[in-house]
């Protein structure tokens, strides 16, 4: 059974998702700021975190940012701030995913349950785990990519677009069947959710971040 810690300063959110996620068969915590937050999962295991960005004491972004340096958790951020700024913001500390209030409970498990079946059938079956591709070196055991000599850790997200890519090279891949394939829905909303994980994945590839193609007016490829 999954675990998942939800995070907000506001009683009737976290008992909304509660109960949503309890009858999707999750296991509950919460916390009610991000230092609790923080503390719990320095003490606990969960496998997604869902919260809010505006708390006292601990802002939504700083807790994430904190935990992430300990903890590969993957993060469900929810907001009443749906400005381009605010959300590529919260992809650039390690956010997995952007939800803006009011927000569907539907949609949200819908995200939830994309995340965690992602985190599922993304391990490798390699031996050492180790993809060698031009000169770009992918660790899908440690969700690394080495480019330049340099070593850059992925989040579950750019892990996935990456491997996507990698998968389908010199393919034309349009932003839905993106979302569709790494996030596991249709655009919910989030219309350039896609851009901006592809931006944060380029600067992780050094000199080789023109691999990633634009296709005007259809989407992006891998070229390399």
Known sequence: MSRILIVDDEPDIITLISRYA???????ATAEDGRQAIEA????????IVMDV????TDGFTA????????????IMLSARGTEFDKLFGFEVGVDDYVTKPFS??????????????????????????INIGGLEIDTFGLTVTADDEKSELTAKEFALLMLFVNNRGAV???DKILNEVWGYDSFGIDRT???????????????????????????????
């Open 54 to 57: 505006m708390m006292p004491d």
């Open 64 to 75: 994430c940012k904190k935990i992430k340096e300990f903890k590969d958790i993957p993060v």
């Open 105 to 130: 409970p539907m949609e949200l498990m819908a995200r939830i349950k994309a995340i965690l079946g992602c985190r599922r059938t993304s391990t490798p079956d390699k031996d050492n785990g180790i």
């Open 194 to 224: 896609v851009d901006w994980q592809i931006k944060l994945l380029r600067n992780k590839l050094g000199s080789y971040r023109d691999c990633i193609k634009a296709v005007r007016g259809v989407g992006y490829k891998f070229e390399i």
């Open 173 to 175: 891949l349009s932003r």
């Open 22 to 28: 309890k009858r999707d068969g999750y296991d509950i």
């Open 41 to 48: 999962c320095q003490k606990e295991d969960f496998d997604l």
